[in-house]
C-alpha cells in the first residue's frame, strides 16, 4: 500500500464499476475541496453501513436485519420467490410495488468468460430453499433475470435445477427488452413484465 493517503484513495475509488483512474482522481479532488460538508460525513455513512448492513441468511438481500424485513413480512406471499441477479433489481421490482411475494438474490448471473458458474451463485442455497417447502404445487418461482445472454442461461439453468421439484417456474415476459438490464427499466415496463410473465 502507498503511504499517500490521496495516492490510496484515488486507487480505491479507481476500482468502484464505471470508475477509472483520470474520473477517480476527479472525485477525490471534489471530495477534499468539500472535506467537512461531503467527505467527512460520506466516510461516516461507508463506516456505518458497512458496521450495520447485513445479508439476509434467507434471500440474501441488503438490510439492516436478518432475516430481512421483506422475508420477515407476514402479509408477503411466500408461495412466490422472485429470483433476481442483484439487489439492485429487488429494488427495482420494489419501485413498482407490483410484486407481493418474496425474493431470492444470486449476486451475480452464470458467465463462463468470467468464470462465474452455478456454485458462484448460491443456487444450491435457492433449491435447499425450495426443497424445504411444503405445498410446493403452490409454489412459484419467478425468474426475473436481465434479458442478455448470460441472464437467459442463468434462467435455462435454474429451471434445468428446478424440473424435478415439480415446482411451477415463470420468467418475465413482455415489457423486457432484448438486451436490457433490469435496473435500468422503468416502472410501468417492470410492471407489465410480471404481470404477463410466461
Avoid at 431470492?104 to 452464470?110: A, F, S
Avoid at 458467465?111 to 433449491?127: F, M, T, V
Avoid at 415439480?166 to 410480471?194: C, F, N, Q, R, W
Amino acid at each position: 500500500m502507498n503511504d499517500n493517503p490521496l495516492d490510496h484513495l484515488i486507487k480505491l475509488l479507481g476500482s468502484l464499476p464505471g470508475l477509472g483512474n483520470r474520473s477517480a482522481r476527479r472525485i477525490a479532488l471534489h471530495l477534499l475541496s468539500k472535506r467537512g460538508s461531503l467527505m467527512v460525513p460520506l466516510a461516516d455513512a461507508l463506516k456505518d453501513t458497512a458496521e450495520n448492513i447485513k445479508n439476509c441468511n434467507i434471500c440474501n438481500t441488503l438490510d439492516l436485519s436478518d432475516p430481512c424485513n421483506i422475508c420477515r413480512d407476514p402479509k408477503r406471499d411466500k408461495r412466490q420467490i422472485c429470483v433476481v441477479a442483484q439487489v439492485s433489481d429487488v429494488w427495482a421490482i420494489e419501485r413498482t410495488g407490483a410484486f407481493k411475494g418474496t425474493y431470492h438474490v444470486l449476486g451475480g448471473v452464470l458467465c463462463a468468460l468470467d468464470g462465474i458458474g452455478p456454485e458462484d451463485l448460491g443456487l444450491g442455497k435457492l433449491k435447499l430453499r425450495l426443497e424445504e417447502t411444503e405445498n410446493r404445487e403452490e409454489q412459484e418461482v419467478i425468474l426475473a433475470l436481465s434479458a442478455t445472454v448470460d441472464g437467459q442461461s442463468t434462467a435455462h439453468y435454474i429451471a434445468d435445477m428446478l424440473m424435478p421439484l415439480g415446482i411451477k417456474v415463470s420468467k418475465l415476459a413482455h415489457g423486457m427488452p432484448v438486451g436490457g438490464e433490469l435496473d435500468y427499466l422503468d416502472d410501468g415496463t417492470i410492471t407489465t413484465a410480471l404481470r404477463s410473465r410466461a
